[in-house]
């Protein structure tokens, strides 16, 4: 009997989350200040994204911003609020890719221009199907954790009521899968509260690489390990 070689596909993750770590690192090696890192990791985002796109991942959610990053100096929060700025002016970043851009964070403290490009922008790509880009922005996980248990309380639902479906849709990861594959580069070994509750079963990857130096390849080396592992959440 005649048996056609099975072609298997490669398992991706639906989800995958990157700390973009280690912009101030690159910036300095090369005696520049740390906003031009910041620049740097703003392009290597785009690259990345568009590859995930190709791809055929659905999700990617990117840390821009921590609640905590507030306390680094004036004019590097104010460079990345910049940078953030231009990015979401500019009219053709992602333009006719089908890639879908949402914005998860305490939205609250940013700038009113901000805030309204951010609103025009989420707008103009809800229809698209292919990857949906997150931008985590004055993101913290603990204060996402904190501020659903405020709206479950303030909708009155009785405790004994309380699932862990009711935490997961009161976070503002509500309509979308946790994800998969947590990416971490730049030799740093930390969660730094980023999606805590939503990684509980998360792989996790880790690179000495610095995020603006972060290409297709290393990407690629990332994927195929989670390609090898066996993900049997809590079960054998
Ligand atoms: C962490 O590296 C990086 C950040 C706190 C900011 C990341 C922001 C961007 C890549 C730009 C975002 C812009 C868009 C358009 C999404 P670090 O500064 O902590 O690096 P270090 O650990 O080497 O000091």
Not at 6 to 12: A, D, G, S, W
Not at 28 to 37: D, E, N, T, V, Y
Not at 104 to 128: M, Q, T, Y
């Amino acid at each position: 009997m005649f048996f056609k070689k099975k072609v298997t596909e490669r398992n991706l993750p639906t989800h995958i989350a990157i700390i973009m770590d280690g912009n101030g690192r690159w910036a300095k090696k090369r005696g520049l200040p740390r906003s031009a890192g910041h620049v740097a990791g703003a392009k290597t985002f785009k690259t990345i994204a568009r590859y995930c796109n190709k791809i055929g991942i659905k999700y990617l959610t990117v840390y821009a911003f921590s609640t905590e990053n507030w306390k680094r100096p004036q004019k590097e929060v104010d460079g990345i609020m910049n940078l953030l700025r231009d990015y979401l002016k500019d009219a053709e970043n992602f333009k006719g890719e089908n890639i879908r851009l949402k914005f998860i964070g305490n939205l609250e403290p940013l700038a009113d221009d901000i805030k309204e490009l951010i609103v025009k922008d989420e707008a103009d790509s809800a229809d698209a199907t292919g990857l949906t880009v997150n931008i985590a922005i004055n993101y913290g996980g603990r204060d996402e954790i904190t501020n659903a248990v405020k709206k479950i309380v303030q909708s009155g639902i009785k405790a004994e009521d309380i699932t862990e479906d009711t935490i997961s849709s009161h976070l503002y990861t509500s309509d979308m899968p946790d994800p998969d594959f947590i990416i971490r580069p730049s030799g740093e070994y930390r969660l730094s509260n980023y999606l805590i509750w939503q990684s509980a079963y998360a792989e996790y990857w880790f690179s000495d690489v610095l995020w603006p130096d972060f290409l297709p390849k290393h990407l690629e080396q990332a994927l195929d390990d989670y390609n090898k592992r066996n993900r049997r959440f809590g079960g054998v």
